[in-house]
């Protein structure tokens, strides 16, 4: 059976298995290890990795695949294939629950999910990542550069990264029209993001605007009160939010409350 990648889910199967040796160092596979992958495709690299490791839990969104995948995953009994929606699942009820998140992600929610399973899935202790280059040069932007924002200022403040690894178009099918990268990370904090969160997300909300002006657009608090809280921590009024490192949003959450 032959499926045809859909680009509306942002299908780039992996084709080449050349790339599995680099992902398998990356993300320091050990015998102990329980995987979570999201977006399997044609098993390749679940295949690769359930030799490797305890349990891989492969979550899948499209049905069309389960024929090939099944196939492809023939006498894998350590694999738990799980066909659903990743953003919308209860990834937590994952049991035993997985300790690396190691995937080809699908272009469109590589992101948000990255971005979520930083708290939202509290067992993980390593990501190693196929995603589009400029994503993996954003998780960890430094300040006062185009390609910082939220999300590197919340990747940054839960993880460190541990690797980075170009990858051609060639190992895809279809090839995509843009780089890929390999980038691996490992937990370095568990304090909760709830708090900081919002702050992150209101200030990039205006990346025109002074980080006071933004925070005050969105509605989080006055830009009087926030220009207070940037005194705080020694921070001017007219500051952007791009300036501030990670943890400096830290101490501005904690002075808005």
């Avoid at 790339?19 to 044609?42: F, S």
């Avoid at 690299?45 to 490791?53: E, F, G, P, S």
């Avoid at 995948?69 to 350590?78: K, P, R």
């Avoid at 990255?114 to 995603?131: A, F, H, P, T, Y």
Wanted: a neutral charge.
């Amino acid at each position: 059976m032959t499926v045809t990648p859909k680009k509306r889910l942002g299908q780039h199967f992996l084709v080449d298995e050349n790339i599995l040796g680099v992902i398998g160092r990356l993300a320091a596979l050990d015998p102990e290890d329980v995987v979570l992958e999201v977006g399997p495709g044609l098993g390749v690299l679940t295949r690769y990795v359930a030799d490797r490791v305890a349990i891989v839990h492969a979550i899948e969104l499209d049905r069309r695949l389960e024929e090939p995948l099944q196939s492809a995953l023939e006498g894998q009994d350590n694999v738990r294939l799980l066909f659903g929606d990743a953003l919308t699942l209860d990834l937590t009820s994952l049991a035993p629950p997985p300790t690396k998140l190691v995937a080809n992600l699908p272009y469109n929610i590589a992101t948000p999910l990255v971005v979520e399973s930083l708290d939202g899935i509290s067992s993980l202790e390593r990501w190693c990542v196929m995603v589009q280059r400029e994503v993996a040069e954003r998780f960890f932007a430094s300040p006062r550069t185009k390609a910082y924002g939220a999300v590197s200022v919340l990747v940054q403040l839960r993880t460190r990264k541990v690797g980075f690894h170009a990858v051609p178009p060639t190992v895809f099918k279809p090839r995509p029209r843009v780089e890929s990268a390999l980038v691996a990370f490992e937990r370095v904090d568990d304090s909760p993001l709830d708090l900081v969160r919002p702050v992150v997300n209101a200030a990039f909300a205006h990346r025109r605007k002074t980080l006071a002006n933004s925070l005050a657009l969105v509605g989080l608090t006055s830009r009087v009160d926030a220009e207070k809280a940037l005194a705080t921590i020694n921070k001017p009024p007219r500051v952007r939010a791009e300036e501030l490192t990670p943890r400096d949003f830290v101490g501005l959450a904690d002075a808005l409350r």
